[in-house]
């Protein structure tokens, strides 16, 4: 039997222990922010811990082009329809972590919508 933790187990683990959701309750296609509705500075802490455990580089990701901050309100989101779009164009999900994690460096997600 082989007991080695996977980046899966790893990933997940860190989501767990920064948004209270349980384990079992996260999977590969959970979108951070609609699905675990993960936001701002918990994502902030959610990537810093990715890195520091994973030694994962996560310098080219511009965070607001994929998560929403912490009180950003509706009527600033209206404003930035285009921003917007392609958050919802290119969701982060937990699977897209693993293997962020798993290349060593940040890459933009694929692509589930037209934007």
Sequence with gaps: MNNEITT???IISIISHHSG???KNIFRASRIESDLRIIGGD????INEIEKELDTDFS???FDQY????????IARLFKVTRERHRRAFPVTVDH?????E???WFTPPQVRKL
């Design 67 to 74: 998560f929403h901050e912490r009180g950003e309100s509706f």
């Design 43 to 46: 994502i902030s802490v959610i």
């Design 103 to 105: 290349n060593g460096s």
């Design 8 to 10: 899966e187990d790893q």
């Design 21 to 23: 959701w349980k384990t």
């Design 97 to 101: 972590l693993i293997n962020v994690a």
């Design 60 to 62: 080219t990701m511009v």
